[in-house]
């Protein structure tokens, strides 16, 4: 059974930082590209940053740019969220997403964390 856990949300002030961690664990053969979503009270899911194997260029909301850094680490499976200077816009539920290989071949599956809450509040 392959599961996504997630740590490191929690409440912080405007301006502050946290670090989401998200670890794959489970049987599989490999874990492809990895990235955050997050849904904000009463909307819709929305990417965050997503980041692939080969070292290439993240991708970035736009909303998120030079504020969030999205980095992995393949030997643990494992990629992580940086986010600073936070704003009361960026309070959401933080989910981890990754394609992952179960069996050698061209296809994946997409696995979601259970998502961790962010909240920036005074």
């Known amino acids: 059974q392959v599961q996504l856990v997630e740590s490191g949300g929690g409440l912080v002030q405007p301006g502050g930082s946290l670090r989401l961690s998200c670890t794959a664990s489970g049987s599989f053969i490999r874990v492809d590209a990895m990235g955050w979503y997050r849904q904000p009270p009463g909307k819709e899911r929305e990417l965050v940053a997503t980041l692939g194997t080969g070292g290439g260029d993240p991708d970035y909301a736009n909303s998120v740019k030079d504020r969030f850094t999205i980095s992995r680490d393949n030997a643990k499976n494992t990629v992580y969220l940086q986010l600073n200077n936070l704003q009361p816009g960026d309070t959401a539920v933080y989910f981890c997403?990754?394609?992952?290989?179960?069996?050698?071949?061209?296809?994946?599956?997409?696995?979601w964390g259970q998502g961790t809450q962010v909240t920036v509040s005074s």
């Open positions: 997403n990754a394609k992952i290989f179960l069996v050698a071949g061209p296809f994946g599956y997409d696995y």
